[in-house]
């Protein structure tokens, strides 16, 4: 078995080309879709380390083959593929939450399609899926240094990246639709309505700021807004004198404006409106707060006694087992 990046990417392209040899509407293309997507994801996190696809255990049995240090007698076993893409979002920024669930989307029925009598495919034809599954494939090649046009081939490549751009279109399309009808909105409240709602996005942009949302104007109506998002890469921490500074970059996925009610759920959306991109989330902490110190003149010791003696009698029941 290989954990090796370029064994992982050549599996990719061969099953995407058994997958291009049948038709869209054939439950086939579906399933050898899936097969690659899979190996595509594999060779993405073996491009950083293949230690990362190796089942993490206490022994660390597994990691050791990754290393080529493994025993004969130990068969290597591989991380599943839910938790490949759960660590390409975390590691890639170019992979975002809607690609996660495309993926896993994908990745559902491949298993029902292996693992029981259905025809999972049939039933879940090409048009519903395509071009989710080629905004994963670039998210993924772009993340690796390649091209769809590596992975699929000039013609297939050509193919996705014209449905990839109508798909923006439309998206694109609704998104400039839901800000007029906002802004519509807006336009029939009285003054007061209007001043008071302001008012009241304000006060809970100020609240919400405090729970990690970001502050933004809301492209329809201009009053404050905020969008949320999720994490990725690693923090930045700056030491200062007094306090501990930490630098998040976030992937904006989510927005909302108590105004006019416009609301978008992901980061295709937010990018057509204007609000794509990437942000960064600062929270600062005191030392004793980020390094967990404690000052032993201002707590009684019991509780951690308590706590120590009871993590003790646990990690003996496990050995034991």
């Known amino acids: ?9 050549a599996k990719a392209r061969l099953y995407l080309e058994h997958a291009f040899e049948a038709s869209s509407d054939d439950p086939r293309f579906g399933l050898w879709s899936s097969l690659g997507l899979e ?24 990691l050791l083959h990754a290393l080529n ?17 759960a660590l390409c979002q975390t590691l890639f ?17 491949r298993n029902d399609e292996l693992h029981s009598g259905n025809s999972a495919f049939d039933e879940y034809p090409s048009r519903q899926w395509v071009v989710p599954f080629y905004r994963v494939c670039r998210s993924l090649t772009s993340a690796m240094g390649e091209s769809l046009e590596t992975l699929l081939g000039q013609e297939a490549a050509e193919a996705a990246t014209k449905m990839l751009d109508e798909s923006q279109k439309e998206v694109k399309h609704q998104v400039q639709r839901a800000i007029a009808d906002s802004r519509k909105k807006v336009a029939q409240m009285s003054e007061p309505e209007r001043k008071t709602a302001m008012e009241y996005a304000e006060k809970q942009a100020a609240i919400l700021a405090y729970k990690r949302h970001h502050r933004v104007n809301c492209p329809a109506c201009g009053s404050v807004a905020t969008i949320q998002g999720e994490t990725f890469g690693s923090d930045k921490v700056i030491n200062e004198e007094t306090s501990i500074k930490v630098l998040q970059t976030v992937l904006p996925n989510s927005f909302s404006c108590p105004v006019c009610e416009l609301k978008f ?21 005191s030392p004793e707060e980020y390094y967990g110190l404690i000052d032993p003149d201002s707590i009684d010791p019991s509780e951690f006694v308590e706590q120590y003696l009871k993590d003790l009698a646990a990690d003996q029941e496990y050995d034991n087992e």
């Open 39 to 62: 190996f595509l994801g594999r060779a993405a996190l073996a491009s950083i380390s293949p230690t990362l696809l190796a089942e993490p255990d206490r022994e660390h049995k597994f």
């Open 93 to 109: 920024k170019e992979f975002t939450e809607d690609d996660l669930k495309a993926a896993l989307a994908l990745v559902s029925r």
């Open 1 to 9: 078995m290989s954990w090796d990046r370029d064994p992982l990417w």
């Open 69 to 85: 240090r493994g025993s004969e007698k130990v068969p290597r076993r591989s991380i599943r593929a839910h938790q490949v893409f």
């Open 265 to 285: 759920k992901s980061y295709a959306e937010l990018d057509a409106a204007g609000l794509g991109g990437h942000y960064v989330r600062t929270s600062i902490y």
